[in-house]
């Protein structure tokens, strides 16, 4: 495994449409497992293919699992999902505001405008269909990873970004 460098907002890559995931062979494999270390290292609580520079339509997220998120996510605190192919299938009516960032765009945040409840259907990392309904932060952080795959960054549709104190910080990264 092996950490690889996530690219910033001025890169072309982060604006295409990426491809969809073909092969689940040994390359793909390595680009999983680099970018969970990856994700963990900057850390980050998710993390699409285009921002270590390889467009294909492939995202991993990781809830955290200290004592504070556990309270927060229950059990979907310091679960892994790996899903290539990702597509939000159903959508609740309600729409949450919140603050989120991105690792590609580091030392700002943003508020956004996400569905509060999200169903998504996709394949793990071995082409075995899943199906995932989110709610709250868990849907926020997928539907911002999705928007990575369509070249659509959160400050394309964030009603206001700024530059964060420390201490307001802990609320993002992906
Ligand atoms: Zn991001």
Not at 36 to 41: K, P, Q, R
Not at 144 to 158: K, N, S
Request: one cysteine or more; a negative charge; charged letters at 35%.
């Amino acid at each position: 495994m092996a950490i690889r460098t996530i690219i910033r907002a001025d890169n072309p890559v982060l604006r295409k449409k990426a491809h969809r995931v073909v092969d689940y062979d040994k390359k793909f494999q390595t680009l999983v497992d680099d970018m969970i270390e990856t994700m963990l290292d900057a850390p980050g609580v998710g993390l699409a293919a285009p921002q270590v520079a390889v467009s294909q339509r492939l995202i991993v997220v990781r809830l955290s699992d200290d004592e504070e998120s556990k309270e927060e996510f229950g059990e979907e605190a310091g679960k892994l999902y790996v899903v290539a192919n990702p597509e939000i299938i159903k959508t609740s009516k309600d729409v949450a505001e919140g603050v989120e960032g991105c690792l590609s765009i580091p030392g700002y945040v943003g508020t956004v405008d996400r569905f509060e409840t999200i169903t998504l259907k996709g394949y793990d990392r071995y082409g075995k269909p899943l199906r995932i309904k989110a709610d709250g932060w868990l849907a926020r952080v997928f539907q911002h990873e999705i928007d990575h795959l369509d070249g659509r960054l959160y400050i394309d549709i964030a009603k206001k970004v700024w530059e964060p104190k420390e201490d307001e910080a802990r609320t993002t990264a992906e």
